[in-house]
């Protein structure tokens, strides 16, 4: 079992930044790819970024150059700076994680963005 906490968001101002964190614990070893995704309301959820076991990339387009994920492995956690926001970014965002055929999912954490 993989235990996925959020932490980090609030309410911010257009423009602004913030950085969500997600810690994992129990069961990491061989964790293959971690995620942030998000859920607006009345929208699916969506794939914002995710990075691999060996430190590669990707991107949602309507991110790109303005959200950043990283990965501290000492501290088993996955990191999602968020610049330049929008009132469009406003969602619960989540923290995914795959292990071989399984994926763990942590309860989200809220990023309003105000105009």
């Known amino acids: 079992q993989v235990q996925l906490e959020e932490s980090g968001g609030g309410l911010v101002q257009a423009g602004g930044s913030l950085r969500l964190s997600c810690a994992a614990s129990?069961?990491?070893?061989?964790?293959?790819?971690m995620a942030w995704y998000r859920q607006a309301p009345g929208k699916q959820r969506e794939l914002v970024a995710g990075?691999?076991?060996?430190?590669?990339?990707n991107y949602a387009d309507s991110v790109k150059g303005r959200f950043t994920i990283s990965r501290d492995n000492a501290k088993n956690t996955v990191y999602l700076q968020l610049k330049s926001l929008k009132p469009e970014d406003t969602a619960v965002y989540s923290c995914?994680?795959?292990?071989?055929?399984?994926?763990?999912w942590g309860k989200g954490t809220l990023v309003t963005v105000s105009s």
């Open positions: 995914n994680a795959v292990k071989g055929d399984m994926v763990y």
């Open positions: 129990g069961s990491i070893f061989s964790i293959n790819f």
């Open positions: 990075i691999t076991s060996g430190g590669s990339t």
